[in-house]
C-alpha cells in the first residue's frame, strides 16, 4: 500500500478492495471513540455548570464574612449623588439637583468601580472624624456609632483621626473617651479646638449655659485628649502608634489677653507616651507661643504657625535640637514676632544636616524675622525650597522682595546646597519690570545649577526673566492675575520652543504652564474653570511641550 499511497495511478481491484477493508474498520473503530467523546463533553458541560454555582455560592459566603455587605448607605448615596447629578452651574442651581437623560449608564459603570476599589481598600475604613464644634447635640452620639463601626472594619490598620472640639461642647468627655479607647491604635491625630472664652460674660446670663467656662480650658482639653485618662479603669494613657499630629487652637469669638497667653508646656511633656511621634504641627493665630516641653530630637517632619506672637530665641532652641532627623520644616510667620533685640553676633549656624524640604511663610512685617531666622540656619541637604508672601498689595514690596531673594541667595551659598536643590517656588512676589527682585532672582538661579522645577507666581511678571532662567529647568509653572496672563503667553511659547530648539536631541523637552494666581477677584472664575476641567479636562492650562 506504500506504493499506492506515493503514487498518483489508479488502484487496482484487489488495492481497492484491501482499501474499503480499511475504511470500514476505521469506521468501526471511530463511531465508539466519538460516543465517548459525546459522553465525555456532556460531562465537562455538568461540570462547568457545577463550577459556576459553586463559585457563586463562594461569594456569596465571603460577602457574608467581609465587609462589602456592611458598607454603609450615606457612603454609597452621597457617591450616588456624585456620579449622577449633572455640574453645577452657578447661574442655574437648580441643575444641580436635575438628573440628565442617559445618567444611569455612567452611574452603573462608576459605581461598580468604585464598590470594588472601596471592599479591597483596607485603608478607607482608617479615617474617622468627629466634628463636635459644628454639629448638635442629637448628631454626636451618631457619629460616635459611626466611628466605633469603622474601627471595627479597619481591622489592624493604623487609624487617621480628626477630632474638631469645642470647649462650650458637653460632649467633649465622650469624644475624648473614645479617643482613648483606640489610643493603641492611632497613627495620625489632627486636634482641632475651639475656644469660646468671652471676656465680658453677660451678669444675668445663666453661669450652667457653659459646661467649660473655664479661660484655660483650651490647654486643658488638649491635655485631657492626648495625656489624661478619664476612665478610671485606664491607668495610663500611652499612644505607641502615633506618627503625626496636629494641633491648631482657634477662637470663635474677637482674641483676647486671656486665650493670647494659652501654652502647650504640659501636653507633650511626657515623651514616653508619643514613641513612635515623628511629625509635629501646631497653630494657633490667637495664641502666643513660647517654645513646649516636646521631644523635638525625634521629629522629621515640624511645622510651626501662625501664632499671634512668638519669639525669635524659642524658634532657635527648637530648631537646635531638631538637627538629628529633621527632613521637612514648614514655618507659617504671620502675627506678631517679638522685636526685642535679636543678638547678631558670631553664633555658630544650625546645621540641619538632613534637611530636604523648607517652606516659609510670612507677610511684609514680618520678613525681617523670616530674614534674621534664614541667618542662622545651614541646609546642606536641601531639595526644596519654597517661599510664600502673604500680602496682596504691590505698591509698597518691590526693596521687601528684592531683600527676601537676596535671602534666600544667601541661604543657598552659607548651605553649601547648590548640587542638591532642584525645586524652587516663590509665590506672590514682585517680577515685574525695573523691580531688584528680578536681579536678585539671577543671583539664586547662579547658585542652582541643578534646578528642575520651578513655579513662580505673583501680580505680573517681566518677558526678560525668561533669559535667566537657568538651562537646567526642565518645568516651569507660572501663575500670574488674570490681566498679566494674556500679555505673557506670546513670550512664553516662544521661550519654550526657543528653548527645545537648542536642546540636546536625547534630553527631554521643557514643560511649561501658564495659570491664574488665585485671589480673592477670581474665586468665582476658578470655580467655574474647575468645573471645566473636571468635564473636559484641562483645557484652561496652557502647555507647552
Given at each position: 500500500?506504500?506504493?499506492?499511497?506515493?503514487s498518483?495511478?489508479?488502484?487496482?481491484?484487489?488495492?481497492?478492495?484491501?482499501?474499503?477493508?480499511?475504511?470500514?474498520?476505521?469506521?468501526?473503530?471511530?463511531t465508539?471513540?466519538?460516543?465517548?467523546?459525546?459522553?465525555?463533553?456532556?460531562?465537562?458541560?455538568?461540570?462547568?455548570?457545577?463550577?459556576?454555582?459553586?463559585?457563586?455560592n463562594?461569594?456569596?459566603?465571603?460577602?457574608?464574612?467581609?465587609?462589602?455587605?456592611?458598607?454603609?448607605?450615606?457612603?454609597?448615596?452621597?457617591?450616588?449623588?456624585?456620579?449622577?447629578?449633572?455640574?453645577?452651574?452657578?447661574?442655574?442651581?437648580?441643575?444641580?439637583?436635575?438628573?440628565?437623560?442617559?445618567?444611569?449608564?455612567?452611574?452603573?459603570?462608576?459605581?461598580?468601580?468604585?464598590?470594588?476599589?472601596?471592599?479591597?481598600?483596607?485603608?478607607?475604613?482608617?479615617?474617622?472624624?468627629?466634628?463636635?464644634?459644628?454639629?448638635?447635640?442629637?448628631?454626636?452620639?451618631?457619629?460616635?456609632?459611626?466611628?466605633?463601626?469603622?474601627?471595627?472594619?479597619?481591622?489592624?490598620?493604623?487609624?487617621?483621626?480628626?477630632?474638631?472640639?469645642?470647649?462650650?461642647?458637653?460632649?467633649n468627655?465622650?469624644?475624648?473617651?473614645?479617643?482613648?479607647?483606640?489610643?493603641?491604635?492611632?497613627?495620625?491625630?489632627?486636634?482641632?479646638?475651639?475656644?469660646?472664652?468671652?471676656?465680658?460674660?453677660?451678669?444675668?446670663?445663666?453661669?450652667?449655659?457653659?459646661?467649660?467656662?473655664?479661660?484655660?480650658?483650651?490647654?486643658?482639653?488638649?491635655?485631657?485628649?492626648?495625656?489624661?485618662?478619664?476612665?478610671?479603669?485606664?491607668?495610663?494613657?500611652?499612644?505607641?502608634?502615633?506618627?503625626?499630629?496636629?494641633?491648631?487652637?482657634?477662637?470663635?469669638?474677637?482674641?483676647?489677653?486671656?486665650?493670647?497667653?494659652?501654652?502647650?508646656?504640659?501636653?507633650?511633656?511626657?515623651?514616653?507616651?508619643?514613641?513612635?511621634?515623628?511629625?509635629?504641627?501646631?497653630?494657633?493665630?490667637?495664641?502666643?507661643?513660647?517654645?513646649?516641653?516636646?521631644?523635638?530630637?525625634?521629629?522629621?517632619?515640624?511645622?510651626?504657625?501662625?501664632?499671634?506672637?512668638?519669639?525669635?530665641?524659642?524658634?532657635?532652641?527648637?530648631?537646635?535640637?531638631?538637627?538629628?532627623?529633621?527632613?521637612?520644616?514648614?514655618?507659617?510667620?504671620?502675627?506678631?514676632?517679638?522685636?526685642?533685640?535679636?543678638?547678631?553676633?558670631?553664633?555658630?549656624?544650625?546645621?540641619?544636616?538632613h534637611?530636604?524640604?523648607?517652606?516659609?511663610?510670612?507677610?511684609l512685617?514680618?520678613?525681617?524675622?523670616a530674614?534674621?531666622?534664614?541667618?542662622?540656619?545651614?541646609?546642606?541637604?536641601?531639595?526644596?525650597?519654597?517661599?510664600?508672601?502673604?500680602?496682596?498689595?504691590?505698591?509698597?514690596?518691590?526693596?521687601?522682595?528684592?531683600?527676601?531673594?537676596?535671602?534666600?541667595?544667601?541661604?543657598?551659598?552659607?548651605?553649601?546646597?547648590?548640587?542638591?536643590?532642584?525645586?524652587?517656588?516663590?509665590?506672590?512676589?514682585?517680577?515685574?519690570?525695573?523691580?531688584?527682585?528680578?536681579?536678585?532672582?539671577?543671583?539664586?538661579?547662579?547658585?542652582?545649577?541643578?534646578?528642575?522645577?520651578?513655579?513662580?507666581?505673583?501680580?505680573?511678571?517681566?518677558?526678560?526673566?525668561w533669559?535667566?532662567?537657568?538651562e537646567?529647568?526642565?518645568d516651569?509653572?507660572?501663575?500670574?492675575w488674570?490681566?498679566?496672563?494674556?500679555?505673557?503667553?506670546?513670550?512664553?511659547?516662544?521661550?519654550?520652543?526657543?528653548?527645545?530648539?537648542?536642546?540636546?536631541?536625547?534630553s527631554?523637552?521643557?514643560?511649561?504652564?501658564?495659570?491664574?494666581?488665585?485671589?480673592?477677584?477670581?474665586?468665582?472664575?476658578?470655580?467655574?474653570?474647575?468645573?471645566?476641567?473636571?468635564?473636559?479636562?484641562?483645557?484652561?492650562?496652557?502647555?507647552?511641550?
Amino acid at each position: 500500500m506504500d506504493e499506492l499511497f506515493n503514487s498518483n495511478r489508479a488502484p487496482s481491484p484487489q488495492e481497492w478492495a484491501s482499501t474499503q477493508s480499511l475504511l470500514e474498520l476505521c469506521d468501526q473503530e471511530l463511531t465508539p471513540v466519538d460516543s465517548q467523546i459525546a459522553d465525555l463533553q456532556k460531562q465537562l458541560d455538568k461540570l462547568i455548570s457545577r463550577r459556576s454555582v459553586l463559585q457563586t455560592n463562594r461569594r456569596k459566603y465571603l460577602d457574608t464574612l467581609s465587609a462589602r455587605r456592611r458598607l454603609p448607605p450615606e457612603i454609597i448615596a452621597s457617591f450616588i449623588q456624585l456620579a449622577v447629578a449633572p455640574p453645577y452651574d452657578g447661574d442655574r442651581p437648580q441643575q444641580h439637583w436635575q438628573a440628565r437623560r442617559g445618567s444611569t449608564l455612567p452611574f452603573m459603570l462608576v459605581s461598580k468601580e468604585w464598590y470594588e476599589t472601596v471592599c479591597s481598600f483596607a485603608h478607607f475604613w482608617t479615617q474617622l472624624k468627629l466634628d463636635v464644634a459644628s454639629a448638635s447635640g442629637g448628631e454626636i452620639p451618631h457619629l460616635l456609632e459611626m466611628a466605633s463601626k469603622r474601627v471595627q472594619r479597619a481591622s489592624e490598620l493604623a487609624l487617621s483621626l480628626t477630632i474638631t472640639l469645642s470647649t462650650s461642647s458637653e460632649w467633649n468627655d465622650k469624644v475624648v473617651e473614645f479617643a482613648h479607647s483606640i489610643s493603641s491604635r492611632v497613627g495620625v491625630f489632627d486636634i482641632s479646638i475651639e475656644t469660646n472664652h468671652n471676656p465680658d460674660p453677660d451678669p444675668n446670663s445663666n453661669p450652667n449655659s457653659n459646661p467649660n467656662p473655664n479661660a484655660d480650658m483650651g490647654p486643658g482639653l488638649l491635655a485631657r485628649l492626648l495625656r489624661y485618662p478619664l476612665s478610671p479603669t485606664q491607668r495610663t494613657l500611652v499612644w505607641p502608634k502615633l506618627r503625626t499630629v496636629s494641633v491648631n487652637m482657634r477662637s470663635r469669638g474677637p482674641p483676647d489677653i486671656d486665650l493670647r497667653q494659652l501654652e502647650f508646656e504640659d501636653v507633650f511633656s511626657a515623651p514616653e507616651k508619643f514613641p513612635a511621634m515623628s511629625s509635629l504641627s501646631i497653630a494657633a493665630p490667637q495664641c502666643n507661643f513660647s517654645a513646649p516641653n516636646v521631644p523635638w530630637s525625634g521629629l522629621s517632619t515640624l511645622s510651626l504657625g501662625p501664632f499671634y506672637a512668638y519669639r525669635f530665641g524659642d524658634y532657635t532652641s527648637i530648631l537646635k535640637q531638631c538637627t538629628e532627623k529633621l527632613r521637612v520644616l514648614n514655618l507659617c510667620m504671620h502675627g506678631l514676632p517679638d522685636r526685642g533685640p535679636i543678638l547678631v553676633t558670631t553664633v555658630p549656624l544650625i546645621h540641619l544636616a538632613h534637611l530636604t524640604h523648607l517652606h516659609l511663610e510670612y507677610t511684609l512685617t514680618t520678613e525681617w524675622f523670616a530674614g534674621i531666622l534664614l541667618s542662622y540656619i545651614s541646609l546642606p541637604s536641601l531639595q526644596s525650597l519654597t517661599c510664600t508672601v502673604v500680602d496682596s498689595s504691590y505698591h509698597t514690596r518691590t526693596e521687601i522682595d528684592r531683600l527676601a531673594i537676596d535671602r534666600l541667595a544667601k541661604l543657598i551659598r552659607q548651605s553649601g546646597c547648590q548640587e542638591s536643590l532642584t525645586y524652587l517656588e516663590l509665590t506672590n512676589f514682585d517680577l515685574s519690570l525695573g523691580t531688584g527682585a528680578t536681579v536678585e532672582l539671577r543671583s539664586v538661579f547662579m547658585e542652582t545649577p541643578r534646578l528642575s522645577r520651578l513655579k513662580i507666581s505673583g501680580y505680573k511678571l517681566h518677558p526678560g526673566l525668561w533669559s535667566i532662567i537657568p538651562e537646567s529647568v526642565q518645568d516651569l509653572t507660572v501663575q500670574l492675575w488674570i490681566p498679566a496672563v494674556g500679555d505673557l503667553r506670546p513670550s512664553l511659547n516662544e521661550f519654550v520652543r526657543s528653548r527645545n530648539r537648542l536642546a540636546v536631541p536625547s534630553s527631554t523637552p521643557m514643560k511649561a504652564r501658564l495659570d491664574i494666581a488665585d485671589d480673592s477677584d477670581v474665586a468665582l472664575v476658578r470655580e467655574k474653570m474647575d468645573a471645566l476641567k473636571a468635564q473636559f479636562g484641562s483645557l484652561s492650562n496652557v502647555v507647552f511641550d
